[in-house]
């Protein structure tokens, strides 16, 4: 049975291929190039994703939908569509390095986070943080810089954050929405914007596509990331507006109401615990494992500085003979996509 982990990981290399599919169409002449219709397939993935609740065969119509705009987007095109969607675009989609390159660091950042959640590293990072919550305000402020320091991957850090502060939180009549609240907050928005994650991977990816079809722009796809890192509004927003209300402790609207059954009532939810507890499962500590945050730290610590060394290494190979050159022309000339991999 494929769990959520993997299920991420399959949308990620479906979400290349149907961006990939898309981009395409600007290509595919009148039909579609600078039409409306370029933007059809994410709306329509985005529209069946919300009714069905199901992401992957969302991202699959999406791409036979970008398939079927290529192909005059008549009645008569709907069938070659389906052929092309596997033919042509997702066949030229895996077989192009940088999709592959991606991918690949994506499953392996995904396996060291699986790795340094069962070796206990990230239970030895919980362990230092939560002996500080010994009050509501701590605890929801614990919670925060938990979500920040397991910034690899999203999934990671919502279910060790998420099942390991809950009984915290639940202890200083904290609610559940309240801890739902600053997890999610936390784990997405960080993940967008740390230096190396899995979404780090994923997002260099669509820019590198975005640069293949833009002539006149010469700059490489992590270097366009790093730059434009201090306009990532909604990300930094939403961390800082989690410490705020977590360091304050003023609630409003809806949570406030929640705040208040808490405190009066507990928050404890015995059904919502058992699924929480089974999906944690796969990743908590191996029994008997010490619980050191060192197991965590040093294989995070040698990935980043291996993405430094490959985006120096490649950068320099890349100026030739140039001499004394600046850090943003180094890595202006790195090759993203390989320093990834040497991670």
Aim: proline share 4%; net charge negative; glycine share 8%.
């Amino acid at each position: 049975m494929i769990n959520n982990n993997n299920l991420k990981y399959i949308s990620y290399v479906i979400s290349l291929l149907l961006f990939s599919t898309v981009s395409e169409a600007a290509e595919a002449g009148p039909q579609a190039a600078g039409s409306w219709l370029a933007i059809l397939p994410p709306l329509f993935t985005i529209a069946v994703a919300l009714i069905t609740k199901r992401v992957v065969p969302a991202l699959f119509l999406g791409i036979w939908m970008g398939a079927w705009i290529i192909n005059d987007f008549g009645l008569g095109g709907l069938g070659k569509a389906l052929l092309d969607t596997f033919q042509v675009f997702v066949a030229n989609a895996l077989a192009n390095p940088d999709h592959s390159a991606i991918v690949l660091f994506s499953m392996m950042v995904g396996g060291m986070v699986g790795i340094i959640s069962r070796n206990g590293g990230m239970q030895g990072i919980v362990n230092h943080i939560v002996r500080w919550a010994d009050s509501a305000r701590h605890a929801c402020v614990a919670t925060a810089s938990l979500g920040l320091a397991i910034f690899c991957d999203d999934y990671a850090n919502t279910l060790v954050v998420g099942n390991t502060m809950r009984p915290v939180t639940d202890s200083m009549r904290v609610s559940r929405a309240k801890l739902a609240y600053i997890v999610d907050s936390t784990a997405a928005p960080v993940a967008c914007i740390a230096v190396v994650t899995t979404w780090i991977g994923y997002e260099i990816g669509l820019i590198g596509d975005s640069l293949s079809k833009m002539e006149g722009l010469d700059t490489e796809a992590y270097l366009l990331f790093l730059n434009t890192l201090p306009y990532s509004f909604y990300p930094v927003m939403a961390i800082a507006f989690v410490f705020m209300v977590s360091i304050t402790g003023r609630d409003f609207g809806p949570m406030l109401e929640a705040e208040r059954h808490a405190l009066a009532h507990g928050s404890e939810n015995p059904a919502i615990d058992r699924a929480s507890n089974e999906e944690a499962e796969s990743i908590a500590p191996v029994d008997g494992k010490p619980q050191r945050a060192f197991n965590a730290y040093i294989p995070v610590a040698v990935m980043v500085l291996g993405v430094v060394v490959g985006l120096y290494v490649t950068g320099r190979e890349g100026l030739g003979d140039v001499s004394d050159p600046t850090l943003k022309d180094i890595i202006g000339n790195a090759n993203s996509y390989t320093a990834l991999m040497w991670a």
